[in-house]
């Protein structure tokens, strides 16, 4: 056995943030390389502590400042990774067009090695030049905060929407089609379940009384109590990975999914568990702070309503697919599985390699 004096400590860089993708996902990376025997040392970019979990802060009290070891960067390509540049460092991050923003492939290349959620984001840093080696380390869910749910029968349908309101989450597309397949429908409901205010920042408004848009984020463990109030789920974005579709999935959801980007990969995998939905069209990439970036798929609209129309109209046997594709996603997307897997990656990688778990 290696004695854990002779094991160098993981410095994870990272957003503690229970509220954002890359902040849940965080913890769930720390505490998992914990679980595993490495020595977890965390920097935090930004730590906002209500509702992180108990094994989180007390790795956070336990933090020092960087001192030796090898550097996880979990993030965004943001400033705070040039404090890094000269350590043997590792970036896991995503991104959700067909190009990387253009001083991207550059800042990669330094790294030991690049992991990424998905085929979709690796195939993209290779054909932007990213020359490192790239791994495909999957995000999922944790089963324990995202059980399957026996949801009641009850009059209407109600379509649940989550992700923040900008324009990559094609949400303006996702009312579109809602009202093309509920027009006239008075049990029908739509929610909206944004965060950081997007909504009024893009002026999302709701003027029909059966949309509800809920627009401040929730400093709590998941928000499983939104995907107990629906009945189908859209997942219209262009995304690195797709957190809401696996989520929606692993209540026993029906979820309808825009099948590009990096939501590909799981409506690849699962196959006809997910309600998939090509791209009806291709919009170009221009986002805010990184320039163009290459095109992003538009979902359908007519096609969602398609699908929307189906699961309104097959309640049970859209019921029995949810079911499925949450036993899938519970053995397939399971999160405990990503800090084993990002241990694995740093190890292969470092030069020379190294064991940084004391089990």
């Given at each position: 056995?290696?004695?854990?004096?002779?094991t160098l400590?993981?410095?994870?860089v990272a957003?503690?943030l229970v509220a954002?993708g890359?902040g849940?996902?965080?913890?769930?990376a720390?505490?998992?390389?914990a679980?595993e025997g490495a020595?977890?040392?965390?920097?935090?970019?930004k730590?906002?502590?209500e509702?992180?979990?108990?094994?989180?802060?007390e790795?956070?009290?336990?933090?020092?400042?960087?001192?030796?070891g090898?550097?996880?960067?979990?993030?965004?390509l943001?400033?705070?990774?040039e404090q890094?540049a000269?350590?043997e460092?590792?970036?896991h991050?995503?991104w959700?067009?067909s190009?990387?923003?253009?001083?991207w492939p550059?800042?990669l290349?330094?790294?030991?090695?690049?992991?990424v959620p998905?085929r979709f984001v690796a195939?993209?840093?290779?054909?932007?030049?990213?020359?490192?080696?790239v791994e495909?380390?999957?995000e999922?869910?944790d089963?324990?905060?995202y059980?399957w749910?026996?949801?009641p029968?009850?009059?209407?349908?109600?379509?649940?929407?989550?992700g923040?309101?900008l324009?990559?989450?094609?949400?303006?597309?996702a009312?579109?089609?809602?009202?093309?397949?509920f027009d006239?429908?008075?049990?029908?409901?739509?929610i909206i379940?944004?965060?950081?205010r997007?909504?009024?920042?893009?002026?999302?408004?709701?003027?029909?009384?059966r949309i509800?848009v809920i627009?401040?984020e929730?400093?709590?463990?998941?928000?499983l109590?939104?995907?107990?109030?629906a009945?189908?789920?859209?997942?219209?974005?262009s995304e690195g990975?797709g957190l809401p579709?696996v989520?929606?999935m692993a209540?026993?959801?029906?979820?309808i999914a825009?099948?590009?980007?990096g939501?590909g990969d799981v409506?690849?995998?699962?196959?006809?568990?997910?309600?998939?939905?090509p791209p009806g069209?291709w919009?170009t990439?221009?986002e805010?702070?990184y320039?163009?970036?290459?095109v992003r798929g538009?979902p359908?609209?007519p096609k969602v309503?398609?699908?929307l129309?189906w699961?309104?109209?097959?309640r049970e046997e859209?019921?029995?697919?949810?079911?499925?594709?949450?036993r899938w996603?519970?053995r397939?997307?399971?999160?405990?599985n990503?800090?084993?897997?990002?241990?694995d990656?740093?190890?292969?990688?470092?030069?020379?390699?190294?064991?940084l778990r004391?089990?």
């Amino acid at each position: 056995m290696v004695k854990e004096s002779a094991t160098l400590p993981v410095n994870f860089v990272a957003h503690f943030l229970v509220a954002d993708g890359y902040g849940s996902l965080a913890e769930y990376a720390a505490m998992g390389m914990a679980r595993e025997g490495a020595r977890v040392n965390l920097l935090p970019i930004k730590v906002f502590r209500e509702g992180l979990a108990p094994a989180v802060l007390e790795l956070l009290e336990k933090s020092t400042p960087y001192r030796e070891g090898p550097v996880l960067f979990s993030a965004a390509l943001e400033p705070e990774l040039e404090q890094y540049a000269d350590t043997e460092h590792f970036v896991h991050t995503m991104w959700e067009s067909s190009r990387l923003p253009a001083d991207w492939p550059d800042r990669l290349n330094r790294t030991r090695a690049v992991i990424v959620p998905t085929r979709f984001v690796a195939d993209v840093c290779r054909s932007s030049g990213v020359t490192a080696p790239v791994e495909v380390v999957p995000e999922g869910v944790d089963p324990d905060l995202y059980p399957w749910i026996e949801r009641p029968a009850r009059q209407g349908m109600t379509t649940l929407v989550v992700g923040t309101v900008l324009p990559r989450k094609h949400v303006a597309q996702a009312i579109e089609a809602w009202h093309l397949a509920f027009d006239g429908d008075p049990d029908a409901r739509l929610i909206i379940k944004s965060r950081f205010r997007t909504a009024r920042t893009y002026g999302l408004t709701a003027d029909d009384p059966r949309i509800t848009v809920i627009d401040d984020e929730e400093m709590v463990r998941g928000i499983l109590h939104w995907y107990e109030q629906a009945d189908v789920l859209l997942a219209l974005g262009s995304e690195g990975f797709g957190l809401p579709l696996v989520e929606g999935m692993a209540t026993g959801l029906p979820v309808i999914a825009l099948s590009s980007e990096g939501q590909g990969d799981v409506c690849a995998d699962a196959g006809d568990l997910v309600l998939s939905v090509p791209p009806g069209g291709w919009e170009t990439a221009d986002e805010p702070g990184y320039g163009r970036c290459g095109v992003r798929g538009v979902p359908d609209v007519p096609k969602v309503a398609e699908q929307l129309t189906w699961v309104a109209r097959h309640r049970e046997e859209a019921a029995s697919m949810g079911a499925a594709a949450s036993r899938w996603v519970h053995r397939n997307r399971n999160l405990w599985n990503k800090g084993p897997a990002l241990l694995d990656v740093m190890e292969t990688h470092m030069r020379p390699p190294r064991r940084l778990r004391v089990r």
